[in-house]
C-alpha cells in the first residue's frame, strides 16, 4: 500500500484504528513530492520540517483518542491564503519574502481539526491565469502530461492532488480557478455559493467572485473538507450566517426525482471540442439513466458573460492591487530618484505581464468618462445573468455542462493570446457572476488519454445537491480511480 495514495477517508480510518501514524503518511506524501515535483512543479514552499511537527502532534492527539476527520491528514494550500510563519507569495515577486502574522480563517480551521500543512501549491500569480503559466516563479505540468497545462490559476493545488503529492488541496476559484484545473487533472473540485466559505485571509483578486473550495481525490474526500471550511465567520463581511449541512449525508445512493437542466446555449458554444462534447453527453446519460430526469433550460445571456467578467474582475483587481507600491510591505524597488518613480518601478518590476494587463484593464475601465460604460454595463449584465439562472432553476434542480471547452492544452499555446486564454473560461465564470456553487467531476478522457470533466450547478447554499448528483455519477463510473503514469 502506498500511503501517498490514500484518499481523506481512507487515511482517515487508518489513522482511527491505529494501523498508521500521522508520521508515515505525512513522510510519504513528502517523498512523493521529493520524487516527482522536479516534473510536476506543484508546490511553491515546501513545509518539511513544520508538517513533521504537526503530524507528530496529530499522532499525540490520535493516541489519546482525539481525532477529527482530518486529524494528521496532509493538505496542500493555494499559495494566497495567509498561512502564520510560512510564505505566501500569490505567485508573485512582489510578495516573495512576504510571511504572514497570522493564518486565514480556513487555515485556521484545518489547523484546528489537527490537518497538516505540507506546503503552498503554484498558482498563476494572483489567480490572474487560467494556466498557471502565469506564476512568477515556474509553470507547473499536468502530470497526465507534463507538455501540457494543468489548468489555472489553482494548477498547483490540482496537480498536487491527482499526482498524489498530498492527499486533499485548497484553491480558489474567481471565474473557473478551481473547476478548470479540477477538470484537466482529472480530480473533484468545488466553487461554493459565495458567501459559504470565509474569505478572511484570502489575498484578493475579485472580492465579489472570489471563494474557497476543496480539489481532492474524490467526492467523498470533497464532502469531508466541505463540512470543515464552510460556516459563517464575522471577520468577514461578505461571509453568509447560514446552516452548514453535514455534506457527507448527501453521500446516498439514487437520483430519482432529480430533474436536470441541459442549457441550450452551452452545446451551441463555439470551440467547443468534440472529445469534450462526447464525454459529457455521456455522462447525462449515465445520469439519466440512474432516474434522473433531463429538461433543457435556457440561460440567454451567457454570450455576454465572458465580456462582463473581463471588465468586473479586472475592475476589481486594479483596486484591490492598489495597495501593492512597496512601501506598506512586499517588494520596494532601491533605485528611485523620487516617491512617484519608487511606486512605477515597484509595480513594474513586481508585477508580472498578466497582472499588469488586468489592472490597466481595470483601471481604464473604472476611469472618468468610462466607468459608466464599462463597470456599470458589465454589472447590469451580471444582474441579467443571475435572473437568467434564477428563471431555469425554476425547472431544475441541478444544471450540467463541460467545465472547459478543450482538453488541457500545450504549455506555451496560448500564453501570448490573452483573448483566446480567456474564452476558455466561458462554461465556467457564469457562476461566479451569479454566486451560485459549481462543480467538476471527472467524466471521460479525451483521444489523448486527457481528462475531461462534468461541471455540475445548483441554487445558491444547494453545495448538497451537487454533492449527491456527482457521488452517483462517480459510484457508475471509473474515471475517478484513473491515475496518471509519472
Known sequence: MNLHELTIKKAHMLLKEKEISSQELTRAVLDRIDAVEEKVGAYISVAGETAMAQAEIADKEISQGNILPLTGIPIAIKDLMCTKGLRTTCASRILENFVPPYDAT???KLKTQGAVIVGKANMDEFAMGSSTEHSGFKPTHNPWDLARIP???????AAAVTADMCIGSLGSDTGGSIRQPASHCGVVGM?????????FGLVAFASSLDQIGPLTKDVTDCAMLMNVISGYDPADSTSV???VPDYTVFLKHGLKGMVIGIP????????LDPDVSYAVKCAIENIQGMGAECVEV????????VAAYYVIAPSEASSNLARYDGVKYGYRDKNKKSLMEMYKNTRSKGFGPEVQRRIILGTYSLSSG???????????????????????????DVILSPVAPTPAFKIGKLVDDPLTMYLSDIFTLSANLAGIPGMSVPCGFSSEGLPIGLQIMAKHFEEGKLIKTAYNFEQNTDFHKKKPGL
Open 151 to 157: 489548468g489555472g490559476s489553482s494548477g498547483g493545488s
Open 106 to 108: 480556513v487555515v485556521k
Open 264 to 271: 441550450k446555449e452551452y452545446s451551441a458554444a463555439k470551440g
Open 298 to 305: 435556457s440561460l440567454p445571456h451567457t454570450e455576454h458573460a
Open 241 to 243: 450566517p447560514e446552516d
Open 191 to 199: 466553487k461554493p455559493t459565495y458567501g459559504r466559505v470565509s474569505r
Open 370 to 396: 468610462y466607468y459608466d460604460a464599462y463597470y456599470r454595463k458589465a454589472s447590469q449584465v451580471r444582474t441579467l445573468i443571475i435572473e437568467d439562472f434564477k428563471k431555469a432553476f425554476e425547472n431544475c
